[in-house]
């Protein structure tokens, strides 16, 4: 079930808001809770039920041994180290059967020219993200930080379905107290407005911004043979948006929706196209991941305390990981590289003292990104290299109106149907501008989240932002970080 869909906007997410707090309302507190666990167990299941019994044992097996880590179940006797790396490894080996035995296999095949059959295995919905969740879980367990919870509210913790296919990931710290709080079990009518606010916009950019730059991305990444320089750069910056906007308004709409259940979700985006170094970039893109990758990979394998040599090659492990955690394939792995090696020369730049304008700063974060997710698109290394090639030294061509505006330039340039590879016109650039602007000197959506005025002019804001992608949802697409 999407969230940008009818079922789940006019049935599924009233219909869950109503029944837990009728229950509420009748002091069934566990019932509550419990519907609420079997609402976003269904939610899950809505795709392919057979995903259910998956995530059903992990979370089992996950609370037993989160349990057993932080010595609730004075039974257990087995060394606590020991115990954290069962738990760790084998949550890692469901994850890696699912979503790296192919790549393996293929990988084994090409090195030692063998030809072992692929599975074909589904990826399970969401497994990369209730996986992290949960191995946080066991490693706050292992350190004492966590304290007894029934499996009852761990399953809230784990499935919470605002949260559960694509994030943010969740820490248990920020999630459970929050379920146990007594002042979130009445219904707030602000949270409410806020909720229905942040939702709209998170739909609004999902449906009628990510998905018109979907066409032109997919055009010139899976469809084009040949891109002239206007065209790659359209088909790169496409996805730069694209992405930004698929997932941040997903996020947007899985904290709007979380809200209306009192509910805070941690702010997973902060206008990371504003980054003025790559840092900073990361300081504000998908920022649960990059608390995760900090705190569970790069701290644990030396962080910054072991020198400066060990420090870049932790910084570059911590990305490369990041990378293979996004996908089975060597463009992940690159994407992961590209972005390691950037905040090793930043981080060496930074020792060195130097520094440079803002507005140039700006303009080298942003392209760099721009041109690392040219690799994290690429289905193939050629798709990538066909883009590169185009954005470098791809041939340029203008529009024919301009023909005779630039009769100067004949036999510099070509002019014709400059944009036709990947199905776009000149409001395909003028769309770019515009984002471009509204990425720059926009407010954050999540600003919303504290600083909403529920007065009558964010009220047609927010009813126009709805309505008009109510009306576009017929266009109904998944979300990229599905596939993640």
């Known amino acids: 079930m999407l969230f940008n869909s009818y079922e789940f906007i006019f049935l599924f997410l009233p219909f869950s808001f ?34 259910l019994p998956i995530i059903l044992s992990s979370m089992l097996f996950n609370y037993v041994i989160g349990n057993s880590l ?23 080996v469901l994850l890696g059967y699912f979503k790296y035995t192919d790549f393996l296999l293929e990988n084994f095949n090409l090195a030692f020219d063998g030809s072992v059959p692929l599975l074909h295995l589904a990826l399970p919905l969401a497994i990369s993200f209730f996986t992290f969740q949960q191995i946080a879980y066991l490693v706050d367990s292992y350190r004492g930080e966590t304290a007894e919870y029934d499996f009852l509210n761990y399953s809230l913790f784990v499935t919470f379905f605002p949260q559960l296919i694509a994030g943010p990931i969740v820490h248990h710290a920020e999630m459970m107290p929050q379920f146990a709080s007594r002042w979130n079990l009445v219904k707030n009518y602000k949270n409410i407005a806020t909720g229905l606010f942040i939702f709209s916009i998170g739909l609004f950019k999902k449906v009628v911004i990510a998905d018109s730059f979907a066409v032109w991305a997919t055009a010139g990444f899976d469809n084009a043979e040949t891109l002239n320089l206007i065209e790659a750069w359209a088909t790169s910056l496409s996805y730069t948006f694209q992405l930004y906007f698929d997932f941040s ?27 003025l170094d790559i840092q900073d970039f990361w300081r504000r ?71 440079m304008p803002k507005i140039l700063a700006w303009f080298i974060t942003f392209n760099f990104v721009n041109i690392a997710w040219v690799f994290f698109r690429a289905k193939e290394w050629e798709d990538a290299v ?35 590879a990947i199905n776009g016109d000149k409001y395909t650039l003028i769309t770019l501008f515009v984002v471009l602007l509204l990425i720059i000197f926009g407010k954050n959506s999540t600003y919303y989240k504290t600083a909403l005025k529920l007065d009558v002019l964010h009220l047609i804001v927010g009813t126009l932002m709805l309505t008009f992608a109510l009306l576009k949802m017929h266009e109904v697409s998944e979300f990229l970080y599905f596939n993640f």
Request: glycine share 10%.
């Open 18 to 51: 109503f029944i837990y707090f009728y229950l509420l309302e009748k002091r069934l507190i566990t019932g509550a809770k419990g519907f609420l666990v079997f609402a976003s167990l269904f939610f899950y299941s809505w795709w392919n039920i057979s995903y």
């Open 70 to 92: 932080n010595e609730n179940f004075k039974k257990v006797r087995v060394h606590k180290k020991s115990l954290l790396t069962f738990g760790i490894v084998a949550n890692l």
């Open 249 to 275: 308004g997903y996020t947007d709409m899985a904290i709007g929706a979380a809200l209306l259940f009192n509910i805070k979700l941690p702010i997973n985006f902060n206008s990371p196209y504003k980054a």
């Open 285 to 355: 893109w998908h920022i649960t991941l990059s608390r995760f990758l900090r705190d569970y990979i790069y701290i644990p394998l030396g962080g910054n305390r072991k020198g400066s040599f060990r420090t870049y090659n932790n910084i570059l492990a911590t990305f490369v990981l990041g990378g293979i955690w996004h996908g089975a394939g060597w463009t992940f792995v690159f994407w992961g590289f590209l972005h390691g090696m950037a905040l090793v020369v930043h981080r060496f730049w930074k020792a060195l003292g130097f520094t």
């Open 386 to 420: 066909k883009v590169l090639k185009g954005m470098v030294g791809g041939e340029l061509m203008l529009d024919h109106y301009w023909f005779d505006q630039l009769s100067f330039l004949h036999g510099h340039i070509e002019f014709g149907a400059w944009l036709q």
